[in-house]
């Protein structure tokens, strides 16, 4: 499966933003979604992810309270909203396939990545 990030650009602190990753074929209901993201000097972090039945795991020290993963599976489409960003949310901004049945956060369960987009909260 491909996937395509988008939505991700610059915004001043306490904006929103929605990120959508859309996938090619026609399996994407049966693939686990994750969100991650990647900051400069920092290992890739986890934000959230998606069960194929719609379950959902949030970081709760970076995303909780302020970011929502939801998916539309009609669309092949999984989403990432953001609100209240901070600027140490400045990252570039992952999504992630996996075929595992467990959901889990673990990036190396995440087979399929998409190009990540950048997002860059200003203060």
């Known amino acids: 499966v491909q996937l395509q990030a988008s939505g991700g650009g610059l915004v001043q602190a306490g904006g929103s933003l929605k990120l959508s990753c859309a996938a090619s074929?026609?399996?994407?209901?049966?693939?686990?979604m994750g969100w991650f993201r990647e900051a400069p000097g920092k290992e890739r972090e986890y934000l959230a992810v998606i069960g194929r039945n719609g379950g959902t795991i949030v970081n709760i020290d970076s995303a909780e309270g302020r970011f929502t993963i939801s998916r539309d599976n009609g669309k092949n489409t999984a989403y990432l909203e953001m609100n209240l960003l901070k600027p140490e949310d400045t990252a570039v901004y992952y999504c992630?396939?996996?075929?595992?049945?467990?959901?889990?956060?673990?990036?190396?369960?995440?087979?399929?990545w998409g190009k990540g987009t950048q997002v860059t909260v200003s203060s």
């Open positions: 992630a396939a996996s075929v595992n049945t467990a959901v889990t956060a673990d990036p190396r369960d995440y087979i399929y």
């Open positions: 074929g026609r399996m994407f209901s049966r693939y686990n």
